[in-house]
C-alpha cells in the first residue's frame, strides 16, 4: 500500500510538471477543468467480541425474564408447599394437645373417684389409668403416623424444588447457548454482507471516478488542441507554433521516458497500460515510441 502511494504522488508530480510544459506552449493556455471528488463509503466492521456483545445485549432481556419466571415459580412451588407442611405440623400439635387434654381429664376424673370413694378404690383406678394410659400412647401413635408420613413427603417433595430449578435452569442455559449462538451467526452474516455492499459500491464509485476523470482529461485535451489550432490561425505563425508544440511534446516523452524507465519491466507494463495519462499528452508519433519501449516490447 506504501509503494501504491508513493508511485500514486511521483505519478501527480510528473502530472504537475507536464501541466506546465504544456501551459507555456505556443499562445494558449491548456485549460484545467475542475475535479469531481465522488465519495466512498466507510464502513468499520465490527470484531467477533463486539459482535458477541451486542448478541448478549439483544437477549438480555429474555435470559434475566426467563430465569426470573423460572425462580418465581419455583419460590411459588415451594411456598405452597411449605404452607401444605406447617398445616400438617398445626393440625398434628392441635389433636396431640386435643389428645394430651382429654386424657388429663381422664385421669383427673380417675383420681377424684379414689378420693371420694376411699382407698379401696385406689387399685380399681390404678388399672384404670394403666388402661387410659395405654389408649392414650396408642392414638398419640396413630396421630403421628398419619401427619408423620405426610409430613415426610411434603419435606422431600420441599426438598426437591431446588434440585428442579437447577434442572430447569441447566435447561434454559443450554436453550439460551443455543440461540446466542444463532444470533451471532446472523450477525456476522450481516457484517459480511455490510462488508460486501461497501466493496461493491466503493468499486463502482472508483470506476465512476476513473470515467470523470478521464472525461475531464480528454475535455481538456480537446479544448487544448483546439485552443492551440486557433492559435495557429490567429497568429499567422503556423511553423513556430507546430515547432514549439514538437517541443513541448519531446520535453513530455523525456519525462515520461525517465518516470517508466525508474520502474522494473512489470511495473512499467502495468503503468503504461493500465493510465490513459500517457496517450492524452503525447502526439501519436511519440506515444507509439513510449509504448514500444514499456509496452509493446515488454509484452515479447
Do not use: C
Request: charged share 40%; hydrophobic share 30%; glycine share 4%.
Amino acid at each position: 500500500m506504501a509503494d501504491r502511494t508513493k508511485l500514486n504522488e511521483e505519478r501527480e508530480a510528473l502530472a504537475d510538471e507536464i501541466d506546465r510544459l504544456e501551459t507555456v506552449s505556443g499562445g494558449a493556455i491548456k485549460p484545467s477543468l475542475p475535479k469531481v471528488k465522488l465519495e466512498e463509503k466507510s464502513y468499520t466492521a465490527p470484531d467477533d467480541t463486539a459482535l458477541k456483545s451486542s448478541a448478549e445485549n439483544e437477549l438480555a432481556e429474555y435470559r434475566v425474564g426467563t430465569e426470573n419466571s423460572l425462580r418465581q415459580k419455583s419460590e411459588a412451588e415451594k411456598t405452597e408447599l411449605e404452607a401444605k407442611r406447617d398445616a400438617y405440623a398445626d393440625s398434628r400439635r392441635s389433636n396431640e394437645n386435643e389428645l394430651e387434654q382429654r386424657y388429663a381429664d381422664a385421669v383427673r376424673a380417675i383420681d377424684n373417684d379414689v378420693v371420694r370413694r376411699g382407698l379401696a378404690r385406689s387399685s380399681v383406678a390404678t388399672v384404670e389409668r394403666g388402661a387410659l394410659e395405654r389408649e392414650y400412647l396408642g392414638k398419640s401413635a396413630d396421630i403421628a403416623r398419619e401427619y408423620n408420613s405426610s409430613i415426610a413427603k411434603l419435606e422431600s417433595d420441599i426438598a426437591a424444588v431446588d434440585r428442579k430449578l437447577q434442572d430447569a435452569l441447566n435447561d434454559f442455559n443450554l436453550t439460551y447457548a443455543a440461540k446466542l449462538n444463532q444470533r451471532l451467526t446472523e450477525l456476522k452474516a450481516e457484517r459480511e454482507q455490510k462488508m460486501q455492499e461497501v466493496i461493491e459500491y466503493n468499486n463502482g464509485i472508483k470506476q465512476k471516478q476513473a470515467e470523470l476523470d478521464r472525461n475531464r482529461a480528454k475535455t481538456e485535451s480537446d479544448l487544448y488542441s483546439a485552443a492551440l489550432d486557433q492559435a495557429d490561425k490567429e497568429t499567422n505563425i503556423d511553423k513556430a507554433l507546430s515547432k514549439r508544440r514538437e517541443e513541448v511534446y519531446r520535453e513530455v516523452y523525456k519525462k515520461m521516458d525517465e518516470f517508466l524507465g525508474s520502474m522494473d519491466r512489470t511495473q512499467a507494463l502495468m503503468e503504461i497500460n493500465n493510465h490513459s495519462f500517457y496517450r492524452q499528452h503525447l502526439s501519436n508519433y511519440y506515444y507509439n515510441m513510449l509504448y514500444d519501449k514499456y509496452g509493446r516490447e515488454n509484452r515479447e
